[in-house]
């Protein structure tokens, strides 16, 4: 088995290098690359969502995700300090019709399509703790 664990600035260019880091220890450890695309995708997802729309008691501080690896399973967690949202309970948004200006709202469907497991969990002291597998065919 193999780990991955980096801390996220919770901006786009923080995203951005994690995912590279992230993409690189896929390569070198032999996740499957379909695999390690939707790895990124709900990384980026998640991430994205914590720059977007994510409520913090003071400055966003950086999330940490961590990934563990071994043939057959793709696990990760993600855990950050703003304010508890359960992503994985969220409700589902309708796709928007092609004669809507709405952007936006499909991301945590994509990722539940992504994962064929998605937890969240509100840590004792404070943030949130989501732990998902990635699907791996």
Same mark, same amino acid.
């Given at each position: @088995?193999?780990?991955?664990?980096?801390?996220i +600035?919770? !901006? $786009?260019e *923080? /995203?951005?290098?994690?995912q =590279?880091?992230?993409?690189?220890w896929?390569?070198a450890? *032999?996740? +499957?690359?379909?695999?390690?695309?939707?790895?990124?995708l709900?990384?980026?997802? $998640?991430?994205?969502? /914590?720059?977007?729309?994510?409520?913090?008691?003071? &400055?966003?501080?950086?999330?940490w /995700?961590?990934?563990a690896?071994?043939?057959?399973?793709?696990?990760?967690?993600l855990? &950050?300090q703003?304010?508890p949202? =359960?992503?994985?309970?969220?409700?589902?948004?309708?796709?928007?019709?092609? !004669?809507? &200006?709405?952007?936006? *709202?499909?991301?945590?469907?994509?990722?539940?399509? @992504?994962?064929?497991?998605?937890r969240?969990s509100? +840590?004792?002291?404070g943030?949130?703790?989501?732990?998902?597998?990635?699907? $791996?065919?």
């Amino acid at each position: @088995m193999t780990f991955f664990r980096i801390e996220i +600035p919770i !901006d $786009l260019e *923080g /995203l951005a290098v994690a995912q =590279d880091a992230l993409e690189e220890w896929a390569t070198a450890s *032999g996740v +499957p690359p379909p695999a390690a695309l939707r790895l990124r995708l709900v990384v980026e997802e $998640l991430v994205a969502n /914590l720059v977007e729309h994510a409520a913090w008691p003071g &400055d966003p501080v950086p999330a940490w /995700l961590e990934v563990a690896w071994r043939p057959g399973s793709l696990a990760a967690v993600l855990e &950050d300090q703003s304010a508890p949202f =359960d992503s994985a309970g969220a409700r589902e948004v309708a796709a928007p019709r092609l !004669d809507q &200006d709405r952007v936006g *709202g499909l991301g945590l469907g994509l990722v539940r399509k @992504m994962t064929s497991a998605l937890r969240h969990s509100a +840590p004792e002291g404070g943030g949130n703790r989501v732990e998902f597998s990635v699907r $791996l065919g």
